[in-house]
């Protein structure tokens, strides 16, 4: 897998999409991540804001915008550590100077806001303007124990750490990320 730092350099489609992973001596720093730049199943907001910067809309605890409003996280607050953990992440690539992006680009800067143990488990059509992916983390069944556990109650079915990325397109190409706890499309 290449990094973000270099994949920025190489391909000026991500133009706009992501900081620079931090330096070490930066990731030391911050509370520990369980993506490389700040991402799905992070907590705190406050250490993915040292990554990404200060959030660009009003003060909202569970919605932020970052970077030109090309990234934009929701965040869970967990009632017993009052953290907010961030449960979405989409891409809008719309805002940046290449609008739209191939599969192959879009799941390479989705890899970077994803818990990095992460594994494809099933990839399929939802419809005529989406695809989807879905992983499985051991990172993020524990970083989101409380939320699995209440799914769980919902669908016995559900897999703790299961995580779904859906490629939004049109004959253009990939215009958005949606990245998202659960299974469901």
Do not use: C, W
């Amino acid at each position: 897998m290449v990094e973000t730092a270099v994949a920025k350099e190489t391909n000026p489609n991500t133009e706009n999409v992501y900081t620079p992973e931090p330096t070490k001596e930066q990731a030391s720093a911050i509370e520990p991540l369980i993506t490389k730049a700040g991402g799905l199943g992070d907590d705190t907001k406050e250490a993915i804001e040292q990554v990404r910067g200060t959030s660009e809309n009003e003060k909202d605890d569970l919605f932020s915008s970052y970077q030109n409003n090309t990234v934009l996280i929701m965040y869970a607050e967990d009632d017993v550590s009052k953290k907010n953990t961030a449960n979405n992440v989409t891409l809008s690539f719309e805002n940046t100077d290449s609008p739209r992006r191939t599969a192959e680009e879009a799941l390479h800067e989705v890899s970077s806001i994803i818990p990095s143990d992460a594994v494809i488990v099933r990839e399929y059509t939802a419809d005529e303007s989406r695809d989807v992916v879905q992983y499985e983390s051991k990172d993020l069944a524990l970083q989101m124990k409380g939320y699995y556990d209440f799914a769980t109650t919902l669908d016995p079915e559900a897999k703790p750490g299961t995580f779904i990325v859906i490629l939004k397109h049109d004959d253009e190409g990939i215009f958005s990320v949606v990245v998202g706890i659960g299974s469901n499309p």
